[in-house]
């Protein structure tokens, strides 16, 4: 079991850690110019982003888990039908982003207490990386039919080749042709639409040999549709809720001032690049409880489900030692700034416990995603979301400051974690 997890997590993690990779080489990059609110347009556009692209994850998560069931049932027609079903609800959906991009920049904009410098570099940013959509979720679809298939290794490719291609054309716009955060959008705007073409070329090359004449009726047929949006609509009422809590953690930080802004910008990149490691077996995780799933294998589920969370708590542990040993050595990366790195040590702490604490968490909803057991999944983030995240803060603030967005986040963490397990005897291993 080990074997086949390590088979999916390792290009899974090597994958994942060039998503923040290419965060902290933007935040590193754009640190260094002149003016702080730089950062601060980076910090509110991502997250902006965030809502926009991670609304539609589900095209990611809903589609590893029922392709891998599919991949179990041994029901090959069946994954290809899923493919080209999500694909075409990715061409659609970003067809609707493209169309009302000016009302969400303004609504965002609102609602984002920022100051007039970071919305003008905002805007700038938002209005050119917007026309990645059709990409981006493009992508989130053959990804996920990727790892559904038990096939890692395109993914990871995909994924690296991205952030790479996006790293060096940001330093490129950046450096030699003098631009700011308009250089950085540009960079994920081409970049997304390279990756795009080699995820179809790979695509091609393995799967495309087969003859399948799928028909228009089998896409749109009712049954499949109504169970594929009941699957997707669970989580994407779980993304809202944890896009929300990142998105009120960088509003506040932003209300905060722009230095709290840069400091905190900081500090999630660092958060980012633990939680996308442990996310390399909550991947694995979704695979394989897919394909047991599928195949109504209980004991090796069970087995998946124990050594996946064995695996992540592991490696959390490891990025909680990391950051104890080195956090100034780290922060100091991202920016050469005093008062920022100042205002970042202030609260590091709960940085450090991060990885430990978010691991368990992370591997349960690869466990649910690949049962598609994804009301549980939305009740777990509804219940973190509303009753322990929001009240943690506003109790707290008053004399805790900035501390209280990071127990608030930290709290929010553990909810998640405990009411998974406490679902899991039920909704993944069947017992009553």
Same mark, same amino acid.
């Given at each position: 079991?080990n074997?086949?997890?390590?088979?999916?997590?390792?290009? +899974?993690?090597?994958?994942?850690l060039s998503?923040?990779?290419?965060?902290?080489i933007?935040?590193?990059?754009?640190?260094?110019?002149?003016h702080?609110?730089?950062?601060?347009a /980076?910090?509110?556009?991502?997250?902006i982003?965030d809502?926009?692209? $991670?609304?539609?994850?589900?095209?990611r998560m809903g589609t590893?888990?029922?392709v891998?069931?599919a991949?179990?049932?041994?029901?090959e027609r069946?994954?290809?039908? /899923?493919?080209?079903r999500?694909l075409l #609800?990715?061409a659609?959906?970003? @067809?609707l982003?493209l169309l009302?991009?000016?009302?969400?920049?303004e609504?965002?904009?609102?609602?984002?207490?920022?100051s007039p410098e970071?919305?003008e *570099?905002?805007r700038? *940013?938002? !209005?050119?990386?917007?026309f990645a959509a059709?990409?981006?979720?493009a @992508?989130?679809? =053959?990804?996920g039919w &990727?790892?559904?298939?038990? +096939?890692?290794?395109?993914?990871m490719?995909v994924t690296i080749?991205?952030?790479?291609? +996006?790293i060096?054309?940001? =330093?490129?716009?950046v450096?030699?042709?003098? %631009?700011?955060?308009?250089g950085v959008?540009?960079?994920?705007?081409?970049?997304?639409?390279?990756a795009?073409? =080699?995820?179809?070329f790979?695509?091609?090359?393995r799967?495309?040999?087969?003859k399948?004449?799928?028909? $228009?009726d089998?896409?749109?047929?009712a049954?499949e549709?109504?169970?594929?949006?009941?699957?997707n609509?669970? /989580?994407?009422i779980?993304?809202?809720c944890l896009?929300f809590?990142?998105?009120?953690?960088t509003a506040?930080?932003?209300?905060?001032g722009?230095?709290v802004?840069a400091?905190?910008?900081? @500090?999630?990149?660092?958060w980012y690049i633990s939680?996308?490691?442990?996310?390399?077996?909550a991947?694995?995780?979704?695979s394989?409880?897919?394909?047991f799933?599928?195949a109504?294998?209980d004991?090796?589920?069970?087995?998946? #489900?124990?050594?996946n969370m064995?695996w992540?708590?592991g490696?959390g @542990?490891?990025?909680?030692?990391?950051y104890?040993?080195f956090?100034?050595e780290i922060?100091?990366?991202?920016?050469?700034?005093e008062?920022?790195?100042?205002?970042?040590?202030?609260?590091?702490?709960w940085?450090i416990?991060?990885?430990?604490? +978010?691991?368990v968490c &992370?591997i349960w909803?690869?466990?649910?995603i690949?049962a598609t057991?994804t009301?549980?999944m939305?009740n777990?983030?509804l219940?973190a979301?509303?009753?322990?995240?929001?009240?943690v803060?506003?109790?707290s603030?008053p004399?805790?400051g900035i !501390?209280?967005?990071w %127990?608030?986040?930290t709290?929010f963490m553990v909810a998640r974690? #405990?009411?998974l397990?406490?679902y899991?005897?039920?909704?993944?291993f069947?017992k009553t």
């Open positions: 079991m074997r086949k997890i390590l088979r999916l997590a390792i290009p +899974n993690i090597i994958s994942n998503v923040p990779l290419l965060g902290a933007d935040t590193a990059v754009v640190g260094r110019l002149e702080v609110y730089y950062l601060g /980076i910090a509110v556009g991502s997250i982003f809502f926009i692209f $991670w609304g539609f994850g589900f095209l590893t888990g029922m891998a069931q991949y179990g049932a041994q029901e069946k994954t290809r039908i /899923i493919l080209f999500v #609800v990715a659609a959906s970003s @067809l982003i009302i991009q000016y009302p969400l920049i609504v965002s904009l609102y609602l984002v207490n920022a970071v919305e *570099y905002t700038l *940013y938002y !209005h050119i990386r917007i059709p990409a981006t979720l @992508l989130f679809g =053959l990804n &990727f790892l559904g298939m038990q +096939n890692s290794t395109y993914p490719i080749f991205l952030n790479l291609v +996006n060096v054309l940001n =330093l490129i716009f450096f030699r042709f003098n %631009m700011t955060v308009d959008a540009t960079g994920s705007l081409v970049a997304s639409f390279l795009l073409g =080699l995820a179809f790979l695509y091609k090359r799967y495309g040999g087969v399948l004449n799928i028909k $228009w089998e896409l749109i047929e049954e549709l109504k169970k594929f949006f009941s699957v609509r669970d /989580i994407v779980r993304t809202l896009i809590s990142y998105a009120f953690f506040k930080s932003a209300a905060m722009d230095v802004l400091a905190n910008t900081i @500090l999630l990149q660092m939680s996308y490691g442990t996310d390399g077996f991947y694995a995780a979704e394989l409880v897919g394909r799933k599928g109504k294998d004991d090796k589920l069970k087995k998946a #489900v124990t050594a064995l992540g708590l490696l @542990l490891l990025g909680t030692i990391t104890a040993f956090d100034a922060i100091s990366l991202f920016t050469d700034k008062n920022v790195i100042k205002v970042a040590m202030g609260v590091v702490i940085l416990v991060a990885p430990v604490v +978010n691991s &992370f909803d690869g466990v649910y690949g057991a009301g549980a939305r777990s983030m219940v979301t509303v009753l322990v995240f929001i009240p803060y506003f109790i603030e004399f805790a !501390h209280a967005l %127990m608030a986040m709290a974690g #405990v009411v397990s406490i899991a005897p039920s909704r993944i069947g």
